[in-house]
């Protein structure tokens, strides 16, 4: 009898632990991407659920919340319950620059969110439309300057990484070149395959496909080093323009306050996913931008902490020169 009752309260005890020490997850994920479909968070969004679904024996739910340069959707993670259920595929934009480009932001991207893992680091790459009168970055430069009140650069959204690379370009090279914000790099690389747009410094997973097929042309890498994939296009500094680094990373994060469990469950399945070869049923995940092999992305939750700060830094020298320079 005495056996008996100590099954049961031991029974009882297993039947009331806490949310958290129960196994994770127990319903569906939302994975929020802060654009519309189609441009690199979207892309690297879909392959990398369905990964996470397999090794987590669960399911992930996409989320497309576009606007504002991606602060909508990053907004909505950073106020939802951190219940971990909720996070978010965010990049440089969203989550270092917004403080410092705008007066009013929604969201706190220092305190709001709890590092989960670094999935890519890439470059930027100056792509213009397939008939832009220049195929070097000296006669971009030539016929922008010479041409720039006729011109316009796209970007996914005001405060994006594409649009703050393209100030960095624009200040260097000395022009005011007209900007068009869109909803997402999806499509703002419509426009520019239509010739309604003359260029922008997109991410390589939106811009790889598009140069390949001849649909746009490559100008210049816009980082340190030339990618893997498009080693024939040299960097702005080999091509005599020092200074312009956009390089462009998308981590996963949650809620503040996300208990640990989750995060370091979602982390630690994360990790096989940056360093194998992705699934080759999917032609967005077979090419080789999604990690860099000169700078290949980590899992730790620590990891995406030194590019929030750097980014952070270079968000402030930007909104000093829009301040400079009297812009929006």
Known sequence: MRKLATVAAAALAMLARPAAAQEWPARPLTLVVPYAA?????????VLSGRLAEILNGQIIIENVGGAGGMTGANRVAKAAPDGY?????????LAQVPNLYKRPLYNA?????????????????ITRKDFPANTLAEFVAYTKANQAKLQYSSAGGGSGGHVCAIMLDTLI????????????????????????????????TAFPQIEAGAVKAIATLGPTRPPVLARVPTAQEQ??????????????????????????LAKATRPLIHLPCASDSKASASPWWRRSDAAPHT?????????????????????????????
């Open 86 to 94: 909720t996070l978010l595929l965010g990049g440089l934009a969203v």
């Open 300 to 328: 730790s939750r620590h990891s995406s902490r030194p590019r929030l700060q750097n980014g952070r830094r270079r968000s402030r020298r930007v909104a000093y020169r829009l301040i400079e320079r009297g812009r929006p």
């Open 38 to 46: 189609g441009g690199p968070n979207d892309t690297i969004a879909r």
């Open 240 to 265: 005599g323009l020092p200074g312009l680094d956009c390089n462009a990373w998308i981590a996963l994060v949650f809620p503040k306050g996300t208990s640990a469990v989750a995060v370091q469950r």
């Open 174 to 205: 000395g022009t005011r070149i007209a900007h068009v914000p869109y909803r997402g790099a999806g499509p703002a690389m419509q426009d520019m395959i239509a010739g309604r747009i003359d260029y922008s410094c997109e991410q390589i997973s």
């Open 110 to 126: 220092a305190a709001d969110f709890e590092s989960v893992a670094l999935v890519t680091d890439s470059a930027r790459i100056l």
